[in-house]
């Protein structure tokens, strides 16, 4: 299985929804760094 490279606005919408399971049935996830910092931020603001 290929693995899939994911921005922010995915993970935002699926964490919104509480899908983010869907992403493991998906195959193997590749989150970058600076994706990981960014969503953490906008989960600060958003609090």
């Known amino acids: 299985m ?3 490279v ?3 606005g995915p993970i935002l919408h ?3 929804a ?3 399971e869907l ?3 998906a ?3 590749y989150i970058p760094e600076i994706l990981d910092i960014e969503v953490k931020e ?3 603001i958003q609090k």
């Open 2 to 4: 290929n693995p899939i």
């Open 6 to 8: 994911c921005d922010t």
């Open 14 to 16: 699926l964490q919104e």
């Open 18 to 20: 509480g899908l983010l």
């Open 23 to 25: 992403l493991k049935k």
């Open 27 to 29: 195959g193997d996830v």
């Open 42 to 44: 906008l989960e600060s």
